[in-house]
């Protein structure tokens, strides 16, 4: 006489598939238009926020996902292994939980990876912030001539490495006024970030207050959830660009001084003088951006930066 079988647990992880697929993800599924919501994750220095939103978009899809494959093993049960359907009820209804579980941990598939492969390189600003504050527009600062100590001015010419007498040099062969010391730092030469002719045209052609030097780039998603969205350090490649920029006024310079050499900047604030890494997202309607700005599409932000673990 053949053994009656018996619903138990084991029995129904038994006809189980080895893995499940719980949400199918499309290519076009990304965080493209969500970059609000890495800038909280860059904010917070912390991966929760995109947890909890993933959680709240595909968690209804996955719940219906079980719910099927719940369905697919009660009839199993009772048109293949000829179990009483009400038995099998019964059964499944008391270890509900367990056998959700059991599915849940058979899911092969990564929502949020997916949606972080599917994602754009993201334009990024990363801003020198000093303790002078900023620098105006050219008309604005040529008016009672340029100065290199305890200026923003002065800051920036240091950031990009320049020799400080050669800016003096090439302000006053362009009628510009020069005051104060402009030290030969003739260790710098050869080593600049970018040329002074660059640095000129961009110094000139600065339209707006409220000016930092800004470099761009792009950034990888992956890259930034793999460092815990906590970055301490950033290169600038060789061959994107930097200038000035007013997010507060919408406006600032060409933006295109060419960086002749990788540039490393360590994102700290120490005593309001560091470098600040920021997406090129509007947060407000105070708050502007290259892109907006200069009617530029992601291409204008040159190669991937690469931040260093």
């Known amino acids: 006489m053949e053994e009656q079988k018996t619903l138990t647990l084991d ?9 499940y697929t719980l949400v199918w993800m499309d290519y076009n599924d990304n965080l493209d238009n969500h970059r609000g919501l890495v800038q909280k994750c860059l904010d917070d220095k ?3 926020h995109l947890w909890e939103k993933v959680d709240v978009w595909y968690s209804d899809a996955e719940w219906e996902a079980v719910k099927e494959i719940i369905a697919k093993l009660k009839e199993e049960c009772v048109v293949f292994n000829d179990f009483e ?15 959700r579980d059991e599915i849940y941990s ?12 599917h994602t754009d390189d993201i334009p990024v600003r990363v801003e020198m912030l000093s303790n002078y504050d900023c620098i105006n527009s050219n008309w ?14 002065g800051d920036m010419i240091d950031s990009l490495n320049l020799n400080p007498a050669k800016v ?5 062969e362009h009628g510009y006024e ?4 402009f030290p030969n730092r003739k260790s710098r030469d050869g080593k600049e970030q970018v040329s002074y002719e660059q640095f000129y045209e961009e110094l000139i052609n600065s339209c707006c207050g409220a000016n ?13 959830y793999n460092a815990g969205f906590s970055l301490k350090e950033v290169i600038i490649p060789k061959g994107n660009c930097c200038g000035l920029f007013s997010s507060t006024y919408g406006g600032g310079s060409l933006l295109e001084m060419e960086l002749k050499q990788d540039v490393r900047l360590k994102l700290e604030v120490k005593d309001y003088h560091g470098f600040r890494f920021r997406l090129d997202e509007e947060r407000s309607k105070y708050d502007y951006s290259v892109r907006h700005v200069y009617g530029v599409d992601d291409s204008f932000f040159g190669e991937t930066v690469r931040i260093v673990s």
Do not use: C, W
Request: proline residues 1%; negative net charge; charged residues 35%.
């Open 106 to 117: 058979r899911n092969d598939s990564d929502v949020l990876a997916e949606l972080i492969r």
């Open 46 to 48: 912390s991966r929760e």
């Open 178 to 181: 020069a005051h104060g010391r």
């Open 168 to 172: 003096k040099k090439l302000l006053l």
């Open 85 to 99: 359907e009400e038995e099998v009820d019964t059964f499944f209804d008391e270890h509900e939980d367990e056998i």
């Open 212 to 224: 930092l030097l800004t470099y761009t780039g792009k950034v990888n998603l992956k890259e930034l």
């Open 140 to 153: 604005f600062e040529s008016q009672g001539g340029y100065s290199y100590e305890e200026s923003y001015f």
């Open 11 to 19: 029995f129904i992880k038994s006809l189980m598939e080895p893995t």
